[in-house]
């Protein structure tokens, strides 16, 4: 029953951090993508490969160019063996941008994470990211929201701004 429940507790603890990659995206927050992975990690996006650390610093000089994006994560399946493990999880990436043409457009990516995970002094990480691309489609974007100081919504931003962090901090204060 022990090497069961280390088996499910090491899924989930992998799960969360392919969740909170994409929480890091989705905020352009530097320490929160830096924490997933391992110090000696690497990454393979196709467009970018090199270190995990050059990766952060390559995509959190990429994400500004658009408006917001926002990472959907699915059908998380994660395979485990002592202290390594193997992850595929399909992600729906939404970026809101500009077309070439100054259009404003939803560009969607589609593909599946094939992540490695080592436990490390007893602390589950990322060792290795290749990203694997299946579909996108470039749409018109048709957000008709008030995005207004005045609008009754409360909306996402990127940053510690963001309600997020907000709602993260009342754990600590009740």
Known sequence: MADALDILLSKQACA??????????????????LSVFHSDATDDHG????TAAEFVDWVTGLLPSMERTQ???????????????????????????????GKPI???????YLDRFERR???WKISHRHAVYD????????????????????FGERGKGDPLYAHRATLNNG
């Not at 470039?138 to 609008?151: A, F, K, Y």
């Open 16 to 33: 969360e951090l392919v969740y909170t990659l994409a929480r890091g995206l989705d905020r352009c927050d530097r320490d929160m993508l």
């Open 47 to 50: 467009g970018f490969k090199g």
């Open 71 to 101: 990472h959907l994560i699915g059908n998380v399946l994660i395979d485990v063996k002592g202290d390594h493990a193997v992850g595929e999880a399909c992600f729906m990436a939404n970026h809101d941008m500009t077309s070439a043409d």
């Open 106 to 112: 939803r560009m969607i990516a589609a593909g599946r």
């Open 121 to 123: 002094d007893g602390v």
């Open 135 to 154: 579909w996108n489609a470039n749409l018109e974007r048709t957000d008709t929201w008030d995005r207004s100081p005045g609008s009754p919504r409360v």
